[in-house]
C-alpha cells in the first residue's frame, strides 16, 4: 500500500509511458515520445529539441554554434552548412582542422568510407590517412591545401598584409562554389566564423609558411575584440555546442563576459569524471559564469553524426519555415 506522503513526494510527479510507433510516423512525435518515455538518453534528447526550436524560434536570441574539426570530415559537414543557409546560426566558433576539411573537400578532394579497425601501417604506406572510419588519400588533404592556398593568400596580400580568422574565412570562403561547404554558406550568409585555434591546422601551417618570406600576420587580438563586442550587445545567446576542445571553451569563455548564456545544447561523447573540458556537464559551466543559473540547457551524451541530424530535423518540422537572412 503507497503511503499519503509518498503520494505527495515531488519526486513522483510524471510516469513513464510506453512509446508507441507506427507506419508514416515523423521525426517531431518520435522526438515528443522519447520526451515521455523514460529512455535514458532519450529524454535529453527530446529536451534538446524543445530548446533548439526555442532558441531558433527566437529573433533576439544570437545562436553560438561550435564544433570539432573531425564531423566536417564526414556527411555532417552539409547538414551544417545548411543550418547555416537556414538563417539558424549567427556565430560559427571551430577548430582550424575545420578549415582544412571543409576547403580540400569544396576543392574535390574525395573523402572515403573506411573502417575503425584498418591496418593504419598499411595505409601510411599507401599514402591513406584514417580519421576514425573516413579514409583520406594524403594528396586530398595537406598536398591539395597547399596547391589551392598559395595562389589565394597570394591574392589577399596584396589588398592586406594583415587579417582576422574571420576574414580569412570570408575570403577563402567566398572564393568556394560548394553549396555544402561551411565556409561557402558562412561568408554567403555574413556568418562570422572564428577560430583561436586556427594555427593548429594543415591551413594554419600554410599561413606559417607564406608569412616566412612575406609581411602577413594573423590578427587573433580583432577576433576577440569582435567576439567580446558579439556577446555584449546580444540581447540573449543561445549555443549549440558539438564535442568539446577550444571550440566549445571559446563559446563559453566569451559569453561569461554577459553573464553567461541564456540558452545551450550540448552534444557529447565524453566523459566528466577525468575533469575535462569536453566531458564537463553545462552545469559546471554555470559555477563559472559561462551559462546562467536560470538556463535552459541540456547536455546530451551521444555521437553527433547520428543524433544533429535527427534533432535538427524535429527542430524544423516543429519551426515550419526557416528564419531566413537572404
Known amino acids: 500500500m503507497v503511503s499519503k506522503a509518498r503520494k505527495r513526494s515531488p519526486f513522483l510527479r510524471t510516469e513513464v509511458r510506453d512509446m508507441k510507433l507506427w507506419e508514416g510516423m515523423g521525426i517531431q512525435e518520435l522526438i515528443r515520445q522519447m520526451g515521455y518515455s523514460g529512455g535514458f538518453s532519450a529524454k535529453s534528447v527530446a529536451k534538446g529539441v524543445e530548446i533548439l526550436t526555442e532558441m531558433f524560434r527566437d529573433e533576439d536570441c544570437k545562436v ?22 537556414r538563417g539558424f546560426v549567427d556565430v560559427i566558433i571551430t577548430a582550424g582542422g575545420t578549415f582544412d576539411h571543409d576547403l580540400a573537400r569544396a576543392w574535390g578532394g574525395s573523402y572515403y568510407h573506411g573502417s575503425f579497425y584498418a591496418d593504419d601501417v598499411e595505409l601510411h604506406k599507401v599514402g591513406i590517412h584514417r580519421l576514425g572510419n573516413i579514409f583520406i588519400p594524403m594528396e586530398n588533404y595537406g598536398i591539395l591545401l597547399e596547391a589551392r592556398m598559395k595562389p589565394v593568400l597570394e591574392e589577399i596580400a ?50 606559417f609558411f607564406f608569412a616566412q618570406t612575406r609581411d602577413f600576420q594573423v590578427d587573433f587580438w580583432k577576433d576577440m575584440k569582435e567576439l567580446i563586442e558579439l556577446v ?74 547520428v543524433l544533429l541530424p535527427l534533432m535538427l530535423t524535429a527542430a524544423y518540422e516543429g519551426i515550419g519555415e526557416a528564419r531566413s537572412k537572404e
Open 232 to 305: 555584449l550587445e546580444a540581447k540573449r545567446t543561445g549555443a549549440i555546442i558539438i564535442g568539446g576542445g577550444i571550440s566549445k571553451h571559446t563559446l563559453i569563455w566569451f559569453n561569461q563576459f554577459r553573464g553567461g548564456l541564456d540558452m545551450a545544447v550540448s552534444i557529447t561523447t565524453a566523459v566528466e569524471y577525468d575533469g575535462s573540458l569536453s566531458g564537463a556537464r553545462l552545469r559546471e559551466a554555470i559555477s563559472w559564469g559561462k551559462v546562467k543559473e536560470g538556463a535552459k540547457e541540456v547536455t546530451i551524451d551521444g555521437e553527433a553524426t
Open 64 to 85: 553560438f554554434l561550435s564544433f570539432p574539426a573531425c564531423i566536417v570530415a564526414t556527411g555532417l559537414r552539409g547538414v551544417l552548412a545548411d543550418l547555416v543557409r
Open 158 to 207: 596584396k589588398a592586406s598584409a594583415r587579417l582576422s580568422v574571420r576574414e580569412l574565412a570570408i575570403e577563402f570562403g567566398s572564393r568556394l562554389e560548394d553549396p555544402n561547404s561551411i565556409l561557402f554558406q558562412a561568408a554567403r550568409a555574413k556568418v562570422p566564423v572564428y577560430s583561436l585555434g586556427i594555427l593548429d591546422s594543415a591551413f594554419g601551417s600554410q599561413l
